[in-house]
Every structure is written in C-alpha cells, then in structure tokens.
C-alpha cells in the first residue's frame, strides 16, 4: 500500500473521477487568476476576493494558506499528506483551528499551486476557507462514534459541501456564512452561535428532519441564534438552506462589514425574517431543489460505519499514568468494547493546536494501527480517534506518548483555545497564544488541574472573536489601550444547549497580571464550590459578586 | 459600451434614457421610477421597453410590468457585491421572466459562469475587454455541484455537466 492510499474503512467522502476533474480544473483556474495578477489584468483589489476564495490570506509575516478539512474528517493518508506539506512548504508546523481546519502559516506565493497540486493528491483543496461565501460545514467531532447520536450527522454535512461549492447565487454573499450540524441532542458544536445551526433528528416514524436555527455568531455583536424551524423533511433540506440564504444574500447589511453577518439581519427583522424564509420557501419550485433519498443512500454509503469486531466492554489496564490519561482522552463509543480517543494538541507550555509533521505522522499511523485510518479535528483544537479497541488503549497511550501527543488534560484547564493572535495575525491588538502558554505553565501541575475540574479558557487578540472567548467559561480579549496590551476577562459563557454569552467581568488586566487574574478566579471557585460542581456551576449559582470582589478588593 | 452574449462581443443596439429626457423610437432602458410614474402611457408604446433595476430592489417591484418588459438591467456597483445574483435567479424562477438579464457594472470575468447560472444572459463591459478572457473563465469549471437556472443535464447525485457555451 503506497502511503497515499486512503485506508479502506475510513469514512471520508471518496472522490470520483467527476469530483477530481472538478478540482483539477479549480486549480488550473486558480493558476490563471495569478498569472492574470502578475500580469496587471487583474488589480489586488479584485484578485484579493479570488485568492480568499482558494483559501490564501495575507497574514503579518507571509501568507497564510487555509486548507478545509471538510467537517473535521480526516483519513490517515491525508493526515500524512497534510504532515508532508508541513515539511516541504512550511517549517515543519501546521495549526489546526476551531473551524476543524488546518492553517499553513508560512507560505510562500509561488508554492501555493505545487500544495494544492500535492493537497488534491488525497482529494484535498482550501477553496472556500475564506471569503463572504459559504465556509466549511462544521460537526459533531465524535459523530459515527458517539452513544447520544440520532442522526449521523457526516452525511449531510458532506451534501451541504457539495451543494455549496462554487453555488452560483452565494459566492458573493454580503459575509462570510458558517454552518454547523449535529446529530446529537447534545449540542457540541456551538450551534446556537453559527450564521446557521443545524440539529438533525428523527420524527416517531424514524424519519430524518432538520431543526433550524439562524443567526447566531460571535465576533464584536455576539448574538445566539434565534430558531427558524421545528422540523424541515430530509427531503426539503437543500430547498429550505436556499431560502435562508436568499434573504440574506438579497437583504444583508452590504455598507458596513461590522454589520453585514446574517446575525445582524435577523436580529434587526425577528419573526419577520423567519416569514420571509417561509415565503420564499413556500414558492421555490421545490421539485428543482429536492434531496432525493437516493442522493442521500449514495452519499450515506461513504460514511458506512466501519467493521467492527464484536467485543465486550472492558476493565482498563491499573498502571495509574495511563489511567490519569485516560481519565480525561477516552470516551465512551456505541459500539461495545470500542472508544473514542482525543488527542490533545495542548501539551503544557505549547501553542494550542500546532502539530509538527512528525507527530501529524505519528498519528497517521496510529490512526491506521488502531482507528479504521480514521481521524476527527475537533472544534477546540485536538485531534480524535473515533473508533478504537478498548483492548488497544494502553498500546496507543504509549504510541501517542512517544510523539509527545499524551498530555492528559482534555477539557482542564490548560485545554486552552487560541487564536493566532500578534504573533500571526494583522488585525490582532494582543497577544493571545503567550497568554494560552504562561496560563497553561502556571497551572502544569496535572493533579491540581483535575481538582480543579472541567474549565474551558478562550482566548483572543481582537474582538473579532476567533478564540471563542464569548462562549468560555473564562473568556479572554486582548484589546489595545492607548499602545499597551489589555486583557479583559468575561464569566460565565457556554457554546453547549445552554449557550450563554460570558458576562464582563470589570476592568482589563494587563500582560503580567491576567495570569494571575486566572489564578484568583480559580481560588474563588474552590473556596465556594459545592461538591461535584464544575468552575461553571458555582458561577451560576454564587453569580459575578464574589469573583470580582476577589479580583478587584483593596489588597 | 459593447454587450458580451454567449462569450462574444456585440454591439448594444439598447439605449439607456434619463428619467426627464424623451424616449426614442427604438429600444430604451428607463428607470425603475420613471418605469412606475408612466406607467400608462408606456403601456401603449411599441418599441421594446427595459427597466434598470437598483441592487436593493426587490424583483416583485418590477413584477406588474413585466409583461412589458424585454430586458431588466441589473447592476452590480463593486464586484464583491452579490445582490444581482439573486435578483437575477428570482426574474427567472419566480416571475418567469423570459427575457433579456443584463448585468452592468463592476462585473468580473470570473463570475461570468456563475452569473449565467442564475439566468443572466448578458453583461455590459467596457471597451477593450478581451472576450476570450471571459469565454476561458466561463468554461474553466465545466462541473456544478448544485441546481441552479442554466441549461445542464445532471449526472449523478448533486452534481451535472454545465452546459453554458
Ligand atoms: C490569522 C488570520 C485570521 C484572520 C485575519 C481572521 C479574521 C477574522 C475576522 C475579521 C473575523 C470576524 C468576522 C465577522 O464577524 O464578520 C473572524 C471571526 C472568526 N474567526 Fe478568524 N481570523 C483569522 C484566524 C482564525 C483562526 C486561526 C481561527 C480558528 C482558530 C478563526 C476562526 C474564526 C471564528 C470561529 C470566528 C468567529 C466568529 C463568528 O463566526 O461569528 N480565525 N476572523
Ligand atoms: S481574533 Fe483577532 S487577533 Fe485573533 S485571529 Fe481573529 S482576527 Fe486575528
């Protein structure tokens, strides 16, 4: 098996010979729009949209080349790809990100056609990872694997890739437009604050429906999304995201970029907004539009869950290092004897979500030896293994050992989310990924992370929100204060069924203190917590009076 | 300007009329106001009558004189700005508007495909443009994902052949 073979379990979307015509000819295309640049018959004001659209931004120290990785799937043989790439073209480093994507920071203009030549190799591109268009759908991480499932989510975040690719009437839309979708009634992907969310569920009859949500989103006007629809058919469902989308293309603010995400527009109209979605679904010509269930079995096939062995739960093994890992990493699966595995890209003192090649590699391989060659991204920046042996686990805790991949803290506090922040990224006003490091040092100790429970940290170099720091329990925005760095901490977010915007918590704190801020946070809460209570919990039920008190009090 | 139709050149034998000048004996575009205030008188007019439409329009403005109508001209001010495409898709889709869909404006080469898929037929381009250069970037990507309004013939699942030449 050449190493660009795609295991055969894996359930990625296989391309067809159709599907890689397709990107040849985007990549040609892409080739032509640079060229026509270099030759001055387009101006950078017109090609900066083309660019976008094949995933190429222009960051503080080179280009940035933004690769889908399509609702988070990965196979083994582009995970190995992707670690190639890393060497060849960057310095060794890919960042993978809270959209389930992975971002080249180092990338030269003139490689750009040779990554995407070696990207379409394992039916990979980065189109439509930037720009006011459709962006990639995200989904449940542990979709195909998790017990709380109803719907499989992948297949139809898989239809509404293709369906909005190059989709000829929202290329141009006012904004960019993100979608997530679950199967599970257990939101784990932030639904309520994406331009659209999606909950797939199952009617008494057993039949697939969608329950709609729109205009969520995060950035400087968060906002959780307001409910369009109950219940949209199966077969309805590509008719009913036209609708939403030609309102928005046709109504969204255009003037001012502050105001032109779809969250804006609903906010402004409410219910009027849902009737005209319904106006214009009820009068579509919805035979032109209908997801046939044919389309829906042929696309479901891909996504056939994979051979499973039948096994019986089991003990895991006594060794207490593995256990503390364990502790955090392993998830139960439905299938019996099975778990899912996340891997944390947040080893302490690092950048969270960076893997070099090697360990891209590394993973690769385990992913082939113990998971069906298959690998999630997940929205908070880790890697999983969705379907693997509990007999297994002991073996891959030492495999993801010896790549320096078992850092046992998923979902403590140092599982930390960061955006690029000054050290990438043009718009930042801060610094956010020293801030995720000098955080993550001072609470290293893993005993006191796991008295100290679930706690998620978002972090942020500019309001533009792409840390999340909103939806964290302790949410993080660096801003610019007259030329220095400003730290200002909001309580109390949740991106989960309870979706809440965090609370601000009183003045910034600087570069030094914020730290130190965290800490104080963190004695509070155990000072005041009940047993059982997560950092979450005893802020909800004690409310902001005595976190401020303890950070703001006369010393 | 010259009038880009099937990824040629041809000359516009269309002429766009001030709201307060007179209209000509031959083909005029007017205003979507002067279009509404002359209503009446328009109606017994022989010569082919288009309207230019603003990107905030909402096609079922023009909806009660469409029958009169043999061209709508839409217009794009920057090109990032998609409006035309919707507008374009619902003349077509929910009007049944059978007539001529121009685009006018800041309009790209690389949005020629996609224009025509949502039911444009023509594009206004200023003087000198190379239409090779828009006839290459229609047919660049010969595969949509999608239905839409030009003529295609599906091939499996959400995928057809586009047929745009
Ligand atoms: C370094 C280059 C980046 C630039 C220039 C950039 C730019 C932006 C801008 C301008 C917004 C605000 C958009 C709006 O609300 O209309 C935004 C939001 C967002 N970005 Fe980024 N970003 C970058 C990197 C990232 C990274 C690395 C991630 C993932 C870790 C990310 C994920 C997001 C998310 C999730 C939002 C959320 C807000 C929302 O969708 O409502 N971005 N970004
Ligand atoms: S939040 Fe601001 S600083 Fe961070 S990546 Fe987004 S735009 Fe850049």
Redesign the interface.
Known sequence: MNALTPPQYARTYRYDE?DR??LQ??I??FR??IE?RLAG?LTED?FK??RLMNGLYLQLHAYMLRVAIPYGLLNSAQLRQLGRIARRWDRGFGHFTTRQNIQFNWTKLEDVPAMLEALAEVDMHAIQTSG?CIRNTTTDEYAGATPDEVVDPLVYAE?LR????????????PRKFKIAITGSPNDRVAAQVHDVGVLAKRNERGEVGFEVHAGGGLGRTPIIARKLRDWVPESEF?AYMEAVL?VY??LGQ?ENIYKARIKILVRDLGDEFTQMVEREYE???RD??RLDPD?VA??GAHFAPPPFAALEDQELPEDPEFRAWASTSVRAHRQPGYASVTISLKPIGGIPGDASADQMEAVADLAERHSFGEIRVTHVQNLVLPHVRQEDLHALWQGLRAAGLATPNIGLISDIIACPGMDYCALATARSIPIAQRISERFASLDRQHDIGECFINISGCINACGHHHVAHIGILGVDKRGEEVYQVTLGGSATNDAAIGELIGPAFSYDTIVDAVETLITTYIAHRSPGERFIDTYRRIGVTPFKDALYAPA | MPLLEDGRLRPDDWTSIEDDAPLPEGPAIISLARLQAEAATLAGRNAPLGVAVAPETQPEEIAPFLSRLALVALRMPKSKDGRAFTQARSLREHHGFAGEIRATGHVLPDQYAMLLRCGVSTVEVPEGTRPETWARSRDAIRIGYQAAQGADHPLSLLRRKLELA
């Open positions: 159709i015509e397709f000819e985007r040609a295309e032509g729009q026509r018959e017109e949209p083309l006011n239809i293709q369906w909005s690719t190059l989709h000829p009437e929202f290329t141009w839309l590509l030609r293309n046709a255009r009068r579509m010509p032109r539009y389309i042929a696309i």
